[in-house]
């Protein structure tokens, strides 16, 4: 109420100053007078409403902008400011938060594009222009289907279903798996993300392929030990010589998986991160000497091995690790040599480093082959590696062993000539004769 006065006191005081003025001067006068004042009062309220409808033209409202008024227009103006102050608050905390969000979403490992009701594409983080080969700056408003393109991703899209993710294998990115999900949100608003999933893809791929060869490589002894124990199970009167025979060849298939067993156990330490290799000093001459003599005793005088060593330097590292290393390219390279061929066993020091080979003249190996020989199960001719007794195992513990060693594995080979296996170890395993390490001298 005190402001409806407040508001009304000129107005008042013009009534208030007219019957004085008529009361003195006369009617005429007094009518004259309020006349004048009732313009003068029009006349500042237009000139003050032309100020605000400038104002409001302008296209950058800043509190500093607004007119100064005079009269109730002060306080309108006085309003007005306060209210553009607080707003050009808010907007600095709006697109505060807005470039915060954009920011920790351009962080995230997973690919974020916002869709509006039509599914174009409002907005979209970095790692979703990586994953569906997006230009945010080219492609917003554009239909998400005009980019990604694939059958199964429109239909997931129309479906409408977004409970489970979809993996899509053939993306614009060439090799790249991923996962999107769709999450509706707002007004028929989506959230697509995207997860790159090609590491835990070829992950599960190895898992299928790995159980898939064990079973292959478990089934064929089994099914053999299982014939023969069936045929003696179910037939009196065997021949003696059927019956002595089918013991070996059980026996035989029997050790077959053992080994089998053996390497797997072997791989899965080899792979455990927990068992962490038990670094002694490993003195590689005596190691050498001590495979070399199992070697020959199995080989009984097939091949000519050479033991070559012109290093006394020793290793650190597991002994029982490198024994199997160095054992398996020395027993590969007598299985994979005719009788007859050369084996050269190597151990040297060469630019600091230590340098193992053993170098065959056998059956060597065609060079896209090479890659590949520390996968797992992986044979080049898998009828010859399965008569040696070969698991397909044993380069891929010579790989893992060398990965625990800091050391890498170097194949070169000729087909018809032969082949070396040579393996480098960094210096900083080397320990020289007088016990000091090749690094820190
Ligand atoms: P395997 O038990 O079959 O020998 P490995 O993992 O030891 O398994 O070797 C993988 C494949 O690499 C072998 O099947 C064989 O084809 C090839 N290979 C390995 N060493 C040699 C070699 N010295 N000469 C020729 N081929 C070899």
Request: aromatic residues 8%.
């Amino acid at each position: 109420m005190s402001d409806i006065w407040q508001r009304s006191s000129n107005i008042l005081l013009m009534v208030f100053a007219t019957s004085i003025i008529w009361m003195i001067f006369g009617t005429v006068k007094a009518l004259v007078f309020f006349n004048l004042a009732l313009l003068w009062t029009v006349f500042h309220h237009i000139r003050h409403l032309v100020m605000l409808e400038r104002w409001l033209q302008l296209s950058d409202h800043t509190p500093a902008s607004i007119p100064a008024g005079s009269g109730v227009w002060d306080d309108v103006f006085a309003h007005l400011a306060r209210y553009v102050r607080q707003h050009s608050q808010s907007q600095e905390l709006l697109s505060l938060a807005l470039k915060r969000m954009q920011s920790v979403t351009s962080a995230m490992p997973d690919g974020i594009v916002i869709l509006d009701e039509s599914d174009r594409i409002e907005w979209c983080n970095p790692i979703a222009e990586q994953h569906l080969g997006i230009d945010l700056l080219m492609d917003a408003g554009q239909q998400i289907t005009y980019l990604v393109r694939q059958m199964p991703f429109v239909e997931y899209l129309a479906a409408r279903q977004y409970s489970n993710p979809l993996i899509l294998k053939q993306t614009r990115m060439q090799n790249l798996i991923i996962s999107l999900q769709l999450v509706p949100y707002g007004f028929n608003q989506k959230l697509l993300i995207s997860r790159d999933i090609t590491r835990f893809e070829k992950i599960e791929t190895m898992r299928r392929d790995f159980i898939a060869n064990v079973s292959h490589e478990l089934r064929t002894p089994l099914t053999v030990i299982g014939g023969f124990l069936e045929t003696l199970s179910s037939s009196e009167n065997l021949n003696p010589e059927f019956t002595q025979r089918a013991l070996v060849l059980m026996t035989e298939q029997t050790t077959r998986m053992q080994h089998l067993i053996e390497d797997l156990l072997i791989l899965s330490r080899l792979e455990n991160e927990q068992n962490k290799v038990k670094e002694k000093k490993v003195d590689v001459v005596r190691l050498l000497h001590g495979i070399l003599q199992d070697a020959e005793s199995i080989n009984a005088g097939c091949h000519h091995i050479k033991l070559n060593i012109t290093s006394q330097d020793q290793l650190l590292g597991s002994e029982e690790e490198l024994r199997s290393a160095f054992g398996n390219l020395i027993s590969n390279a007598i299985r994979y040599t005719p009788d007859d061929g050369e084996i050269c066993i190597n151990w040297e020091k060469r630019n600091g480093q230590g340098l193992f080979f053993v170098q065959d003249s056998g059956i060597g190996i065609e060079p896209e082959h090479i890659p590949r020989l520390t996968e797992r199960f992986y044979r080049v001719d898998s009828s010859r590696s399965r008569e040696t007794g070969g698991t397909g195992l044993g380069l891929a513990i010579v790989k893992h062993v060398l990965n625990r060693h800091d050391a890498h594995l170097e194949v070169t080979s000729e087909v018809g000539k032969g082949s070396r296996f040579a393996i480098l170890f960094p210096s900083k395993r080397l320990i020289s004769e007088d016990g000091i390490n090749a690094e820190s001298k």
